[in-house]
């Protein structure tokens, strides 16, 4: 066990490559696939029975397939704010008591049984987020089992960071000032994990794990219409807390429904201490004001592009329409804003008009989308019917700027699956009314600045100001990279330079790329640095006469 | 410079003793003393003239010594907050930019010019808060400047946790994924430091060098009246700055007065993003609910005794009551409540009734102050005329339960100086108006409960819900005392068993105790944790292609 962790801890440390579960037992089997689906398929309309919580008020469930675009008809046990806080306070009584290694190993427990429903979660996720089936996978499966490694391993870490006891002594002159000490890492109190809809576990694990690794008896609150994936997740956490003789309480789902939703009560409660959170900004600016708890928010942002030069612009067209292509624009760390001057970009062959990249851009993204092979498995469906609705209205209030309309694209294994490629929407820097807030999914503005130096100015602007989880930078000028580097970091902004290939800057590694800085409006925390931890746990020394 | 950092960082993570200026060029010379007062008196009535900051706008100042009882007439320049502001934002442009190995330098540079002067600092510690010379000496100076290292040591592994650059590969099957990635730790901004007036450095070098230390340039914004030692020390940190060639004004002192404060007007400027504040706890709550700040306070509480038992009442009695009495009750680790069941307590020759406990505290409380050798030294003088106030009001409302009450105490050496010494007062339980809140100052509640388990829940729910700093207990019952340990923990309070001899529950060390923890209404920081570094500052990872 503690090898494991002290293995992803030094991968952590040095920032390289690491994955913990490349092949986990059922993970890649040859029927995995088949038997993902069978398993999916078994829940359909049916109650959800693997959760191991009692005192319930009855059934709940209202998620729909973006793929199938019906009801999945599963239903989850119901509770009051009331139980969930009442039952997790029972849990905590002993979890609070357990040791890190005893929580450790629990948890890793847990993370392999996860392993082994990975392709049951991925079908989980295609269906309840919209999600590839790949994406859905990757996602969910493997790596969010490693951003839950990072968490664990690092919270070990900080949890031994000191010694038990010590024996401490001062010399005073004539004699010896005698103490016996010890330091105690005491859990903050009942956690509340508030997941999102679009990456139900990728993004509820990281916090999840890292408020039970700390003692922290924790309630899971679910988007509505993105519970099965992570109730999966849980029922196997349970089953790890079972074996293990802990109340399998520690951890909770607490499902509501979008009518009757439970969030502010759970939150609100004077038990909840600790409160992790994704989603939209509105509701995510109301968690960070509770005062009292200790948050950590990952909220909405406007990513940009900084297009200065290319020695291959048909390659940076073709990066780009993946990275804004990649699940429809509903990934947080999908471009929005292409900055390009009026004066175009340079590139091997001489400069591109700003006209000419618009172009560019709009049919990369067109001839993704429409390639048979790549483009509804790149696409994917879209999540929720509001999104649709945006790239309506963004596109009528454009109007004529509208230079690639977004479009349904045909998925041969789902006909009714809710579709939508990028628009793409050619404006000028002036128009803020258009481009200058955040535009959740499928749409790419590609903005005419006056400079290269204007494009860096905005991008800034939006950072500081609206938030930003990525920036892409494309240029062939290192004075001005670095001086991208330098602004865009100062608003607490990662930046990729010139991403070609297989490198893509929606995706952040886990055990070496900071996922949220935690500087800038898109969120408070960062997946994974010490206080993603330290902040969950207190430190307390005792001090007894020798 | 590393070694020597790298040397403290080890004794911190320890916890084991270290003392990194036990003996300072001057600090403990034969001649420092006279010296040390030599400088101090040189200064009185005169404009200070050591800080490296221009654009004043007056002078200002309104210190009075608490064993004079006169002005000392020491005026310094006084500055808009939007000056300070203005060279805090152009300083930081520089100091932003150094680096960590750079920031260390100056800051132990700095520290070393600072122990040349510790007796200087001693003596203006002395006469504008009160303590005693002893006390100002090891407080300002050796203390100080060790909970200063422990800082800048933490800050300095903190910063040095991730490699700077690193190659990422990530083989995909056919070919390697290759990155060049690196990582930066960003400083969030100007820093603004507000000083207390009873300890004007131990309580400000924390924060100052640990918002230095992690790049943000910093405002010093003391009290009032405690502005000449802190001011000497910041005097040292330019002098420190200038050397190396680097803006003086990356650490400024904001002056200000009673009747025009501007330390608002400083916490809410944009530009301001970390404040570290000690003082009282509706201004901390203030400075808490700031948005868009990092924020680290160390507020009021109120600190319980629990007496069960003891093998030898006296010896208690006379721990207490020197805990009580140290610079009058002006510590915020001194105890305020002290915890009896009504049974009395335990001890070798049997038991002892809640009566003679309360007389035994009171005459041991008397026998102190009333030692023409240890009284006035250990008592000092009181800083503030409104503490002075506050212990005749709590006595009226006490009235016959006054069982000793607070007496001025000669100082051979200062007639006119402002002594008091603890007031005890023995009050049930039930009578909350009294006991049941914070009474800074020189006042000792013996506080009648209806058992030992009852004292506990009490100091259990004062630490919730008021705060504490320290608890002490006193027991022969080594179950209770686990319990006491397990309850006070629970609410984020250290727990100091049958302290005795020379340890005292009001001494924390550094390097070994944290100082407040940051769970309870006391304070939401400690001396020194991990995140009282890592909040200072965002990593930010940047990539580009290979």
Redesign the interface.
Known sequence: MKARLEAAYAAQ?????YAAWPESPRAYAEDGMAQGLAAFQSLLTQNFSALSQTGSIGWVGEEVSPYMMTGLGIQYPQFTSETLIQQANDAQLVW?KTSADERAAVLLDALDRVAVKFFDIAYATMHTTGQSFMMSFQASGPHANDRALEVLSMAFH?LN???LS?D?????GK?D?Q?K?N??A?P?GIALVIGCSTFPTWNTVPGLFGSLMTGNASIVKPHPKSVLPIAMVVAEMQAALRAAGLPETVVQMGVDTLDNPITKHLAEDVSVKLIDYTGGSAFGDYI??L?GKTVFTEKAGVNSVILQGAKDPVAVFGNLAFAASLYSGQMCTAPQNVFVSADGISTAEGSLSYDDVVAGIAQAIKGLAENPKMGAGTLGAIQNDATTQRVKSVEALAGAAVVLPSMAIENAEFPDARTASPAVIAVDAADIAQWKHECFGPIVFVVKTTSAEHSLALAKECATNLGAITCSCYSTDEDF?NRV?DEM??A????????????FVNQH?AF???HV???NPSGNA?FT???YV??RF????????A
């Open positions: 440390q040095n920032r390289t490559y609070g900080e960071r000191f010694p010590v401490w002594v001062k010399n005073m004699f000032l103490l000490k330091y105690k005491v903050k960070e004001s005062s990279m580097e970091n100062a607490f902004t990662p930046v990729s330079f010139n991403f070609g290939g297989a490198a590694a070496s790329d900071f800085t935690g500087g960062s640095d010490a206080q330290n902040r207190v430190w307390v020394g005792n001090r007894r006469m």
